[in-house]
């Protein structure tokens, strides 16, 4: 290396040398031929040495070593952009049981939490020791009733017989008869208040309206039953999914939009569709809210985590490129190719319009085509006609 570069350091020398010679007005015109000549030749020594040093000087021939890339043919495929949001799991049947008659002391209790409960199912009993006098009373009275309706009605059949044979008056007749009507309507009215008298019984009797299971029991014999969440059931067999989706994506997320449902504490995903897209925009969290319907199943629960991804775009045949090889200047966005020219690879820049991105995909609208070669590693500092390769020992 250093005998190169004392070559070259002579043969500057000798070149400086002759032009001082030649700017020299001493010089005749009789030697410019051999000064001529001898330049000639210090320009072959000098295209020689540059030789030489290209070949033992590896850095003087980056500029011309082709830069190592990787490149990806493009293939048109079918691009999808979901909306990614996080939702949870709820049932469409949750039923948080009351008494029918008010609120009452538990006499007895049937359910504990986590129990399976059917429609139907007593679950708990309130004291009735009210009812049941009012009952007692009631039947008594009806007793008294029917008794003073026989009475009289035979009045009535008597009078009736001796108005016959046209002994006593008609106001007999007509007094008695009232009686007997007045005595009905009393046992009609005893009647239906004993059957209300009943069903009020009835009401310490609490029942479940709905299949499922005994979520909370929050309540114990003796204590007042109030019915505020004291004992929920909760239906598995019908569950949904509820997101809220922010309110950009109003007009894309409608009913019947297709979602996939990821739960990621059982690794597992669901297709499904949006059964309800809510139109009121909530204003704290400028979103609304989507429910999508999923089939019954043992490992799904009532506030389980999901992940829900909405379609909300997709096209067949679209020219995809992966997102990190987009590049932008002050021209605009552009993506670098690769093309062969003169049976060498050149990098080329290609100016694209881009339209969706999702996950590493980006949708490319127009600037590349099928069958381009993407230059997706090694981009970041390549030039428009750069020399590159994709061999590693280039």
């Known amino acids: 290396m250093q005998t190169t570069n004392m070559k070259y ?84 049947n949750i039923s948080f049981v009351t008494p029918r008659g008010g609120p009452g002391q538990v006499r007895a209790l049937y359910v504990k939490r986590g129990d399976n409960v059917k429609k139907g199912q007593l679950l708990l009993k309130l004291d ?54 007045l005595a009905e309507n009393e046992l009609k009215n005893a009647q239906e208040q004993i059957k209300v008298t009943k069903e009020q019984q009835g009401f310490s009797n609490v029942y479940s309206d709905v299949n499922g299971v005994a979520d909370n029991v929050d309540i114990r014999v003796g204590e007042q039953f109030t019915g505020m969440g004291q004992i929920k059931i909760v239906n598995t067999s019908n569950l949904k999914v509820t997101a809220q989706v922010p309110e950009n994506y109003l007009e894309r997320v409608k009913q019947g939009s297709i979602v996939k449902v990821s739960f990621p504490d059982i690794n597992r995903t669901i297709d499904a569709k949006v059964s309800v897209a809510g139109r009121l925009i909530d204003p704290n969290s400028r979103s609304f809210f989507i429910e999508a319907k999923i089939p019954s199943n043992k490992d799904f629960r009532p506030n389980q985590i999901a992940l829900v991804k909405i379609q909300d775009y997709t096209i067949n045949n679209s020219i995809t490129a992966p ?39 980006l949708e490319i609208k127009s600037g590349l085509k099928a069958g381009d070669l993407v230059v997706t590693d090694g981009f970041q500092s390549l030039y428009d006609g750069q020399l590159i390769t994709t061999e590693a020992n280039q």
């Not at 044979?165 to 007509?174: F, P, S």
């Open 9 to 92: 350091t002579l043969i500057m020398s000798a070149l400086l040398m002759l032009a001082a010679c030649g700017n020299s007005s001493k010089e005749g015109n009789a030697n410019l031929n051999d000064k001529k000549a001898k330049l000639e030749k210090l320009k072959e020594e000098q295209k020689t040495l540059e030789e030489e040093i290209a070949k033992l000087d590896t850095a003087s021939g980056k500029a011309d070593k082709a830069k190592l890339v990787t490149v990806e043919a493009i293939a048109p495929v079918s691009f999808t952009h979901y909306i990614d949001l996080q939702g949870k799991v709820e049932s469409e």
């Open 323 to 361: 997102v990190n090889t987009l590049q932008s200047d002050e021209k605009g966005k552009f993506i670098m190719t690769a093309a062969k020219e003169n049976g060498k690879m050149i990098a080329r820049k290609r100016v694209v319009t881009i339209g969706e991105f999702y996950d590493d995909k």
């Open 128 to 181: 009735d020791a009210i009812t049941r006098q009012s009952l007692r009373a009631a039947e008594q009275g009806l007793e008294t009733i029917r008794t003073r309706l026989a009475y009289a009605q035979n009045l009535y059949q008597k009078q009736k017989n001796l108005w016959d044979q046209q002994i006593g008056t008609e106001v007999q007749l007509i007094t008695a008869k009232n009686n007997v009507e």
